[in-house]
Nanobody
Framework: QVQLVESGGGLVQAGDSLRLSCAAS????????MGWFRQAPGKEREFVAT????????YYADSVKGRFTISRDNAKIMVYLQMNSLKPQDTAVYYC????????????????????WGKGTLVTVSA
């Protein structure tokens, strides 16, 4: 059974940092692009960041560019999201996602009936 399990969420103040982790298991993820989406209360789910299989290519939503950094460790089948200079508008449930051979456009427009999705971790940023 494929599982993506997020961790690292919590309550922080504006300007603080958090590092989210995602542990993948249940199959080989060779060739899978991985990344993060988020959903704020009362809003649509939105793309945050993605990284390709080799880790050479990353892509970010404009709203997080320069503040968030995505990385992966294929040996451990882990994906990370380092979030710096957090803002109250970053408050959301963050979901880890894996999709086979997805370029950044395909990944950024994924719906939850495609690929593998975690159950999410809540990040709350207070003003």
């Amino acid at each position: 059974q494929v599982q993506l399990v997020e961790s690292g969420g919590g309550l922080v103040q504006a300007g603080d940092s958090l590092r989210l982790s995602c542990a993948a298991s249940g199959r080989t993820f060779t060739g899978y692009s991985m990344g993060w989406f988020r959903q704020a209360p009362g809003k649509e789910r939105e793309f945050v960041a993605t990284i390709n299989w080799s880790g050479e290519n990353t892509y970010y939503a404009d709203s997080v560019k320069g503040r968030f950094t995505i990385s992966r460790d294929n040996a451990k089948i882990m994906v990370y999201l380092q979030m710096n200079s957090l803002k109250p508008q970053d408050t959301a449930v963050y979901y880890c996602v894996a999709a086979y051979n997805a370029n950044y456009y395909t990944f950024s427009t994924l719906t939850d009936d495609l690929g593998y999705w975690g159950k999410g971790t809540l990040v709350t940023v207070s003003a």
